[in-house]
């Protein structure tokens, strides 16, 4: 089945340590995102990728990094900078045809809890 | 201002009204628009991209106004499981995909 998969579904870490979430997908999209989800709150974006090797920092890019190796991963990490980390982070991924980007496809979310 | 702003919720209406929600964008050279619906802890999905000419499907009719820079849903003969909420989303140009704060809908029987 072609889709997006993040994990793990839960995560629990202590405080000041940096953790990496996973996001993968084989949809053979070009445009890849990651977006933090607060109770209550819309989705605000931290990071997306157009192409491989190549990323932008999206509204909320502070404390958190990522890479862009290969067009199917692209992993975020939290790192110990960011203040308030516990959060639902969602990835997604979208096809990239004459310049014009069509709808995203999520993955089902990371549920981040950092104690 | 916000890039992609909705109308503030939550919207409660009985079974069967219609509702109506708006969202605005600041950058006119945004290129694509969509309607996205999360159900409570879930992931968003989409609900139906909007094009300059409108569109419709089933209940839902989307529409586009470039020259004043909004969106729009429209519900009709609401249902109980049209309770969810409701998220517009911009591209707004070179990939950069923005969600606006989303509206919650409850329908009542």
């Known amino acids: 089945d072609g889709g997006i998969t993040q994990s793990p579904k839960y995560l629990f870490r202590k405080e000041g340590q940096n953790v990496t979430l996973s996001c993968e997908q084989n949809?053979?999209?070009?445009?890849m995102y990651w977006y933090r989800q607060d109770p209550g709150q819309g989705l605000r974006l931290i990071y997306y990728?157009?192409?491989?090797?190549?990323?932008q920092k999206g509204d909320i890019a502070e404390g958190y990094s990522v890479s862009r190796e290969k067009k199917e991963s692209f992993p975020l990490t939290v790192t110990s900078a960011q203040k308030n980390p516990t959060a639902f982070y969602l990835c997604a991924s979208s096809i990239v045809s004459g310049g014009r980007y069509t709808e995203a496809f999520f993955g089902q979310g990371t549920r981040l809890t950092v104690v | 201002r916000k890039e992609v702003e909705q109308d503030p919720g939550p919207f409660n209406v009985p079974e069967g009204a219609t509702v109506a929600f708006n969202c605005t964008y600041s950058n006119s050279a945004s290129q694509s628009f969509f309607w996205y619906r999360q159900d409570c802890r879930k992931e968003p999905k989409l609900l139906m991209s909007v094009y300059s000419s409108g569109n419709e499907d089933g209940r839902f009719t989307a529409q586009l106004n470039r020259a004043s820079q909004y969106i729009s849903l429209l519900i009709r003969d609401s249902k109980l499981s049209d309770s969810a909420t409701y998220l517009c989303?911009?591209?707004?140009?070179?990939?950069?995909?923005?969600f606006g704060q989303g509206t919650e809908l409850s329908v009542k029987p």
């Open positions: 990728s157009q192409i491989v090797n190549d990323f």
């Open positions: 949809l053979n999209h070009d445009a």
């Open positions: 989303v911009v591209n707004i140009g070179g990939g950069k995909l923005i």
